[in-house]
């Protein structure tokens, strides 16, 4: 490595009729890069309104505060404030302000999110082609647009698509302060970390350990002036990610929402407890099923260990090129390891770029394997850019140095491994592309043979190997993004591709056994497949076979969607014409149209009448929030129309909820904590609302009118 650059390919000759553009750069670049940003943004914006509101639960959050300032700031559930999302509002925001803009609708929630895919594929190409060339940058960019669960979560309206950014702009950042100790780079990094964190709390700081030290130990300036760049760069932190929180904390409780996911109206209790060290070791307090302490198997959302991210459940999601990320990382480092730290040093800057985005690959798949709470496939969309990243960097190294045998052997060991763990993945799709697999394993092998004798073929024999190896890798997960691109996604649990039998999400193993015990699903409750929303299309497959994406027969869990569940936890009852129109009718003249248990049943009945409704006991039902006293108050004061009842499939759905602390199925402070209206603030409310109002029958679902007449005991 001894050029202004790690280019893919030797640098045309300086002759009058060279290819370089007076800016240096190749003339082909900027094309390429403009069409790369172009099908990225094809393929995140393709048929983007088929999911509907996708998760209703943050759409009635973002609708919420298209209508009301106050909803916005604090990412209330409804626009009259009752209670918050278990998460800080600044995912949000985009979404929220695109409704406020465009009217309300599925676009006009979801093209934020596919908007920030883009930026997260232009980011990552200008941080990989400072140190590595156009062509590596290009890789870069390919693999991530085309890694599953990318393609899933860009798409979807969840916080992890705004974090995968700010992750990215992060490492990004933090190389370019270390190309001269740069002050205001590593500030900029500090305050997308707080940024992050307003987005995700606790997660946004999972890859500040290896970038402080790799900029504390790397940076070319004095260890004083480092550690004081580090210091401002915290600072600057803790200002962007803590205005919100000191204000939230600050604010009198009374006048402000309560704080969804907590137990104590306290987001602080919030971010340490259910949203994060919880999320650690299983002690979480207001959730349901959850990992038990000490993971390991029977764990609620299944087993932890090394092996976690190439699980049945997960593979699929994130690790087709996973390994193949790891042996890049070590050929990289191993090629730049003899750099020493200076700043016109090409090799050094190198050598930073793979500790900076193997370190956050390594720490973030390592928290992911071992965590023992709660734990979603979706999550590893986290791990995108870094694999990405990688796998780019690592192949532009050894490709300048593929004259050497231990080169040649690690590209063609890489490709054929690839391949292989591709071959794996596309066969635990039961009867999905079959002749997919064997292409890839065929194609792939035959490349990896070929670069074993880069050496002895010429450049175009080379390069056609290159590129067969380069398809066979991509393909399964370029499959598996064309079949998450034309399945609609809604619900709290979704995953990208088809449907893996024995994989994960609610249904599968582990969270099966805790919402359906014996395995049983309870009626109205979707066993598997999507839920299409009316006038979507549905995706279709020939021979008359179960659509691409569909639950196949036999299969456990549900794919990419999930639907019913008890008290809706997964996915809101739909809300009939009927109901909707009860809603609707002088919803002007209170707080909320209506107050329903859980936060997915509340968004739907929100979304489909346009008017606000109380979520009671927050996202599980369990958040004491309101108290019975309060919500007697509101009654009182006439700020509340309907209270909507369980229906019957709901009220059977699910056991109790297993204690996170205490004895004799008791939570901490002695109140029930079963889930749904099985126990605590919830279940008190529901009682005694059937003791007082008259129930009736509004389009299948049970409705009390509040503002009638009482018909039995206060």
Partial sequence: MTTAAVPLFPPAPPVATSTAAPTGRPRWERPAYALLLFLTAVLLLWDLGASGYANSFYSAAVQAGAESWKAFFFGSSDAGNSITVDKPPAALWPMALSVRLFGLGGWQILVPQALMGVGTTAVLYAAVRRQFGPVAALLSGTVFALTPVAALMFRFNNPDALLALLMTVTVYCVLRALDGARTGWIVAAGAAVGLAFLTKTLQALVILPPLAVLYAVCAPTRLRARLGQLLLAGITMAVAGGWWVAVVELWPAASRPYIGGSQNNSFLELTFGYNGLGRINGNETGSVGGGRPGGGAGGGWGETGIDRLFSTGIGGQISWLLPAALLMLVAGLVITWRARRATDSLESMARAAFLAWGGSLLITGLVFSYMQGIFHEYYTVALAPFVAALVGMGVAVLWEERGSRAASLTLAGTLALTVYWAFVLLGRAGGYLPWLRWTVLVAGLGAAVALLFAARLGRRALLAAAGVGLGAALAGPFAYCLTTVNTPHTGSIVTAGPAVAGGGG??????????????AVP????????????GARPPGAPGGKAPVGTRPAGATGPRGTAGGGPGGLLNGTKASAEATAALRADATRYTWAAAAIGSQNAASYQLASGAPVMAIGGFNGSDPSPTLERFKAYVKAGRIHWFIGQSENQ????????????????????????????????????????????ATTVGGATFYDLSASPTGGA
């Fill in 651 to 694: 009220a059977q759905g699910g056991p109790q909820r297993r204690s996170q602390g205490g004895t004799g199925g008791e939570t901490t402070g002695s109140r029930r904590a079963a889930f749904g209206p099985g126990g605590g603030t919830s279940s008190a409310i529901e009682s005694w609302v059937k003791a007082t109002f008259k």
């Fill in 523 to 534: 009626p109205g409750a979707r066993a598997g497949g999507p839920q299409v929303p009316p």
């Fill in 506 to 519: 609610p249904g599968g193993r582990g969270m099966r056994a805790f919402y359906f015990p014996g395995g």
